[in-house]
């Protein structure tokens, strides 16, 4: 169980927001922007959480062509995307009784750093948070364990005295890069199944469902 004093690891996306609506209709908006089709919402679901490049790649032959369509995302999400979100419910309430505990708390997020500072920064209990690492606009840190490792950097911490707390299987594969402790939420876009198969310790169904994980 996690000390008064543990850091506490929140990711961004599928975690803290739903930013389904945001994210699909950005990505749907650069596919058409390069001449490519547009796949189904279950299908565009499923770019929520990896980093934009990897998602991208596959599509194109070439660097430039991945760039371009990054820049195309982040023209939409810069103008409207970043405010398609809702917060879920009863996740505000649960981070200000974490913070009031005596946890420290930040986000460690795939999305572009920018974009995330301004989204934290817009949520009601978005001053709870004492940092938010993200992913450099280049793409030089966009992996989970590249993020998890600069906000150990940053923050002057071991992994030992952290938690990773995310909905996807590369929140979970990041933590245990770092021999983190974790917990996996099921109301964000992975799943049980998903989060299972990447090794979560524990799973919270409910946002205070973490309260008692983390007592």
Not at 48 to 75: M, N
Not at 108 to 117: D, F, G, L, M
Request: glycine share 12%.
């Amino acid at each position: 169980m996690a000390t008064a004093r543990a850091t506490l690891f929140f990711d961004l996306d599928g975690t803290l927001i739903d930013s389904a609506t945001g994210i699909t209709r950005c990505v749907a908006h650069a596919l058409t922007a390069m001449g490519r089709p547009v796949p189904p919402d279950a299908e565009l679901r499923g770019w929520i959480g990896p980093s934009l490049r990897t998602s991208f790649g596959p599509l194109f032959d070439d660097p430039t062509g991945v760039e371009s369509a990054v820049e195309h995302y982040r023209q939409r999400f810069d103008s409207i995307g970043w405010r398609e979100h809702e917060v879920y419910a009863g996740i505000g309430e649960t981070v200000e009784a974490l913070g009031a505990r005596g946890h420290r708390l930040a986000v460690v997020t795939a999305k572009n750093e920018p974009h995330a500072r301004r989204i934290v920064a817009h949520l009601p209990f978005g001053g709870c948070f004492a940092e938010v690492i993200g992913a450099t606009p280049c793409g030089r840190r966009s992996d989970k364990p590249e993020l998890i490792a600069e906000a150990l950097a940053r923050l002057g911490l071991d992994a030992g005295d952290c938690w990773m707390i995310g909905d996807r299987r590369m929140d979970i594969e990041g933590a245990h890069h770092h021999r983190m402790r974790h917990i996996g939420v099921l109301w964000g876009f992975g799943g049980r199944d998903e989060l299972g198969a990447a090794g979560a310790e524990h799973l919270a169904a409910a946002p205070h469902e973490l309260l008692d994980l983390l007592a």
